[in-house]
């Protein structure tokens, strides 16, 4: 991957779409999102979370979330850890 590459290779009303089709489903199903508003940015934070948790490089998910600064990736990912009580 390479700076500019999208984490998802989707535009973000494709996987906004993506998103309310398995809403409608889960909804279906009997599936319960307990209130949650899940989007495309939603998405973003956990498949950053996932590979930071991983092992994979903090400078690495910088660059794939297109963040300027490491400081920034650092703040993102930490304030994920703060909700999840982490």
Do not use: F
């Not at 991957?1 to 809403?23: C, E, F, H, N, P």
């Not at 979370?49 to 991983?54: E, G």
């Amino acid at each position: 991957m390479v700076q500019g590459d999208r984490l998802i290779k989707a535009s973000r009303s494709t996987a906004d779409r993506w998103i309310r089709a398995a809403k409608v489903k889960e909804e279906e199903a009997g599936a319960i999102l307990m209130g949650r508003h899940i989007s495309s940015h939603t998405l973003r934070h956990s498949y950053a979370m996932h590979l930071m948790m991983n092992g994979i490089p903090i400078n690495y998910l910088s660059r794939w979330l297109g963040h300027s600064s490491i400081q920034t990736t650092l703040i993102y990912l930490g304030l994920c850890l703060i909700r999840q009580g982490v």
